[in-house]
């Protein structure tokens, strides 16, 4: 079963998300970014879905941080965020994806699904 390791400070949208997904892919989700280095050496997923923005910091001081921490990161990242030129960023900070938000559960979910098979 493919891992996916979820990261968004909205902690109801993190729990629908956990049951939603977590029918076909093991989840894992935060709500906050301490510790998350480590937490993703012991939970090694194979992909990791987080909002652009957790509280104060954005995915790339998050995803500079987890690349310091474990330099040889290479876990495929897919960003969502409501700004409309954040796209054009996740592409340059290296995300394997990008879901504009908002978006259903079922939208998020069928791009995981697509993702993955594309991977394959």
Not at 54 to 70: C, F, P, Q, R
Request: no cysteine; proline share 3%.
């Amino acid at each position: 079963m493919k891992k996916i390791f979820h990261i968004d400070d909205n902690e109801e949208l993190v729990e629908i998300t956990e049951i939603i997904l977590g029918k076909d892919y093991e989840v894992r989700s935060r709500s906050t970014v301490e510790g998350i280095a480590g937490e993703l050496r012991n939970f090694n997923p194979d992909l990791i879905l987080i909002d652009h923005f957790i509280g104060e910091l954005n995915s790339e001081e998050i995803l500079k941080d987890i690349h310091t921490e474990i330099p040889d990161f290479s876990i495929p990242v897919v960003l969502y965020s409501a700004s409309y030129d954040i796209e054009e960023k996740a592409r340059k900070l290296g995300a394997s994806g990008f879901i504009e938000k908002p978006s259903s559960i079922q939208y998020i979910k069928d791009y995981i699904s697509q993702f993955f098979n594309k991977a394959s």
